[in-house]
T-cell receptor
Framework: GEDVEQSLFLSVREGDSSVINCTYTDSSSTYLYWYKQEPGAGLQLLTYIFSNMDMKQDQRLTVLLNKKDKHLSLRIADTQTGDSAIYFCAESSRGGADGLTFGKGTHLIIQP | KAGVTQTPRYLIKTRGQQVTLSCSPI?????VSWYQQTPGQGLQFLFEYFSETQRNKGNFPGRFSGRQFSNSRSEMNVSTLELGDSALYLC????????????FGPGTRLTVL
């Protein structure tokens, strides 16, 4: 089946940039997403990118998509303690027919 | 505009019982999807409803079912509960089918004893 891979942990210093990476296998993905989950909460949609784009910027967030390598990244500029959470990469499999396929999530740890 | 609401937030059941969870989408949204989140399997797609019809379904047994009402509110039901059904159940709403922006509710934490 289709798969989305992410590293489990990322540790960065407060004020630095965080870069969270993701690879996916479904070449027919229409949209690719980044969601944030804080402890005890649901998923917060951070941003998404259409598969024919290669970059999207939204305030402190920059998404880069390399469709050839099926690689997606999320850069968070000036990382703050409030950014500490689990970040999920997701794709809309088969144009959404299989719902969203999620990675296992990357725990972002902020060091003071 | 109010977000996606799910009730109840927490639920404790015993094996063999059944449970019904409710999801109210964002006003004006007509598509509701359900997901199961567990530490072992992560987030998995259960099904999607649009205009009171199930449009897409994930790989879950028939014990998992759902429905959608004319006001777009959705319920999911799990019958004959098993210990492995303990999970966070999340619902997501979007304006239409296959629309990019899918917004999630806070989830219902189900514990099966």
């Amino acid at each position: 089946g289709e798969d989305v891979e992410q590293s489990l942990f990322l540790s960065v210093r407060e004020g630095d940039s965080s870069v969270i990476n993701c690879t996916y296998t479904d070449s027919s993905s229409t949209y690719l997403y980044w969601y944030k989950q804080e402890p005890g909460a649901g998923l917060q949609l951070l941003t998404y990118i259409f598969s024919n784009m290669d970059m999207k910027q939204d305030q402190r967030l920059t998404v880069l998509l390399n469709k050839k390598d099926k690689h997606l990244s999320l850069r968070i500029a000036d990382t703050q303690t409030g950014d500490s959470a689990i970040y999920f990469c997701a794709e809309s499999s088969r144009g959404g027919a299989d719902g969203l396929t999620f990675g296992k999530g990357t725990h972002l740890i902020i060091q003071p | 505009k109010a977000g996606v609401t799910q009730t109840p937030r927490y639920l404790i059941k015993t094996r063999g019982q059944q449970v019904t969870l409710s999801c109210s989408p964002i006003s004006g949204h007509r598509s509701v999807s359900w997901y199961q989140q567990t530490p072992g399997q992560g987030l998995q797609f259960l099904f999607e409803y649009f205009s009171e019809t199930q449009r897409n379904k994930g790989n879950f047994p028939g014990r998992f079912s759902g429905r959608q009402f004319s006001n777009s509110r959705s319920e999911m039901n799990v019958s004959t509960l098993e210990l492995g059904d303990s999970a966070l159940y999340l619902c997501a709403s979007s304006l239409e089918l296959a629309r990019a922006e899918q917004f999630f509710g806070p989830g219902t934490r189900l514990t099966v004893l």
